[in-house]
């Protein structure tokens, strides 16, 4: 029998979980000064050492069949997470960052077809337009922020991994999707968040960066950026992945611009130009259509 879905208690996370995407951002900025490679350890680490002691306290240490083989799947799902933060973070260096975020926001459009042609699983025609909808509202943001044309490293290669990021993203939430219906989240999100974070060491070790060089801000924006867009936001959609799909949940994640553009209007009076607010818009209405009867458990 399937498990009851808790509708109040799914919206209330993905209500806090995008609040908290929408800070990325702005702790990226304050912490302009350090490696975007150093700055993801310490996000990644950091998130891994504020679940330990709830882990150790709720974790669940039952015995049971193939639990062995889910926990090869965990380490695939943290090992994505943390590759996915690191080829969307890298492609920044090569390519502008209107090109990098058209290319990393087409998971949705991946994803829905990925559960249509792999999964067999049907979508309402609300849903399929929402998704594209929401996905066009993307990329007119990426080109509406392009306002000023500069040379980059290696645009190609730049675009490459910012597409890399995209796919690996999907692989992600799949197999959340495919764990988290036998697991708890904090038996889920931990483990993930711990191989998330070996993995971000790891490439920055060989990219010959030094986890040492950063500011004190810099371990201030890690820490929030651990807090909140990773543990409730990242972890938010590990809650709700268990009872809603994960193409909802990625043109979900579109929203992120349209609250980030919110919060640099009031803390950097930024105000975003009428073809930025037009794509948001778009992107909201996709949104709507694409949740449209769909935000409810199989």
Known sequence: MAEEYPKVKVLAALLVGLTAFGFAPILVRYASDTSPLVLVVYRTVFAALMLLPFWLWMRD??????????????????????????????????????????????????????????????????????????????????ISDSQIEQDFTDPLFGNFLALTAAIIFVVYLLIGQKIRKKREWIDYVFPVYFYAAAACVLVAIVMGKNLLDISTIGIWAGAGLAFGPQILGHGSMNYAVKYVSPTLLSTLILVEPLLASVLAFFLFAELPPITSMLAMFIILIGVGMSWRREAKVE
């Not at 015995?63 to 994505?80: F, T």
């Not at 080829?87 to 991946?110: D, E, G, K, M, R």
């Not at 999964?119 to 929401?134: C, D, E, N, P, Q």
Request: aromatic share 14%; net charge positive.
């Open 61 to 142: 240490s039952t015995a049971r069949s193939g639990k062995g083989k889910e926990r090869l799947w965990i380490a695939l799902s943290g090992v994505c997470l943390g590759l996915h933060f690191t080829f969307w973070i890298s492609s920044l260096y090569y390519t502008s960052v209107a090109s990098a975020s058209v290319l990393v926001t087409i998971h949705p459009i991946i994803m829905i077809l990925v559960e249509r042609l792999w999964f067999k699983r049907s979508f309402a025609k609300t849903t399929w337009i929402g998704v594209v909808l929401a996905f066009s509202g993307s990329v007119l943001l990426g």
